[in-house]
């Protein structure tokens, strides 16, 4: 009788077992790890995203830097744009005195205080509102700008989740200030680009993903005032954190 031998290498099926089980456990501590990692990348993103942003907002500028960002060379295709991707900001080494800012955008409701950057570019639209066609103007026909929306409520376009009829948006180029008032705020699809068509009123137009980035929140208000950047009230320089002194 053959006697079984209690040192015998475990079959090939059960290697395989093993083996299996192995690299599961290891794919799991992966995917662990990575979602770690995101949730600690997350604030550093969302840090230089303010910092950068704060850096050429309307007090760190100039009439003059304006009208040279004007004609700088930039791009409008809003295909070209990508969702924020933590380690794309972290990277990217962007200098915030780079980008073509060409006025700033506020909302005091909101908290929100942004600067105007020049076309549809990923970096515009990570450090600020981006325009989206190269004729638009301020307090003419349809003004659209459109930025990302954050994890962060208070970054970048976030806070137009609670817009509401009433309030006020100030849109400036350093030459004037331009004020509208919120009177339509509204859910869309991708596809309903009807949003930018040119209005016979003066309007401004603001565009960003919802929360799914499935759909677009869409936040529009009619203009009520314009006034030389000289002549504008204290509360409206507050809401660009701008000092009246700084402008006269």
């Known amino acids: 009788m ?15 077992k093993k083996k299996g089980f192995s690299f599961t456990s290891f794919l799991g501590i992966l995917l662990i790890l990575i979602a770690i990692g995101l949730l600690l990348l997350n604030p550093i993103k969302n840090y230089m995203i303010a910092q950068k942003t704060e850096n050429i907002t309307v007090p760190n500028l100039t009439r003059e830097q304006i009208l040279e960002n004007q004609q700088k060379d930039v791009s409008f295709d809003f295909a070209n744009v990508t969702a924020i991707d933590p380690m794309t900001v972290i990277s990217d080494g962007v200098n915030p005195s780079d980008l073509p800012v060409i006025g700033g955008i506020a909302i005091p409701d909101l908290d929100m205080n942004l600067p105007i950057n020049m076309g549809t570019s990923n970096e515009g639209m990570y450090y600020g509102a981006g325009t989206l066609f190269p004729d638009q103007e301020m307090g003419y026909s349809n003004y659209p700008l459109a930025s990302h929306h954050s ?39 991708p596809n309903d680009g009807y949003v930018l068509d040119p209005s016979s009123y003066p309007i401004v137009t603001l ?17 009520i005032e314009e006034v030389p950047i000289e002549q504008a009230s204290d509360e409206m320089m507050a809401a660009f954190d701008v000092q009246q002194t700084i402008v006269q």
């Not at 053959?2 to 395989?16: E, G, T």
Request: glycine share 2%; with cysteine.
């Open 151 to 189: 994890s962060d409520p208070e970054l970048l376009f976030a806070p137009l989740l609670e817009a509401e009829n009433g309030q006020l948006i100030y849109l400036t180029d350093l030459e004037k200030v331009y004020v509208y008032e919120i009177d339509n705020v509204l859910t869309v699809s």
């Open 207 to 223: 565009i960003t993903c919802t929360y799914d980035l499935q759909n677009r929140i869409v936040v529009q208000g009619s203009l």
């Open 2 to 16: 053959r006697r079984s031998n209690s040192n015998q290498q475990p079959s090939r099926s059960a290697a395989r």
